[in-house]
């Protein structure tokens, strides 16, 4: 059984929590982030620790006091540090640009794939076959890198396609000769 909602956050040094409501918005040198939290979780600010409390031990809040602590702790170390993910295309021919707001993939298909970037999201083309993703919104950033991803998922024959940096593809051995 995680423990995790009962960790305190320490806030670094020019970060700034606020609650109004159930919206807490954190401030810091990279940014501002806000989100909703749910009326079943209470956080307090004392001095530059945050803690949570929950209102009952049904499963619901049980699960909801970690969930939050997580997000408003990805909250702080998005504003503080940033998040980044980075994509590796792999194939013959397969290739990534960014013009103004559009990433263009050429991967495979008859015709290049476009994809509008998100206002909070930063992207980066250092050479051809990869892709730099960033922004301090860690949600933001995950779901535009699986959006990337999903264009061309990688196959486990060749090991073609979009994948992160690190990702590990199991391969299948194909068929076997007589």
Known sequence: MSRIGYKEIDLPAG???SQEGNVVTVKGPKGTLSREISP?????????????ERS????????LHGTTRANVNNMVEG???GFKKTLKLVGVGYRAQFKGDKLILTVGYSNPVEMTKPAEVEIAVPDNTTIEISGIDKQEVGDFAAEVR???????????????????IVRNEGKTGK
């Open 15 to 17: 970060v700034e929590v």
């Open 40 to 52: 079943l979780i209470t956080m307090s600010v004392e001095g530059n620790v945050v803690k949570f």
């Open 56 to 63: 009952g031990e049904d499963n619901k809040v049980r699960a």
């Open 79 to 81: 504003v503080v540090n």
């Open 150 to 168: 999903a264009v061309r998922s990688p196959e486990p024959y060749k090991g073609k396609g979009i994948r992160y940096e690190n990702e590990h």
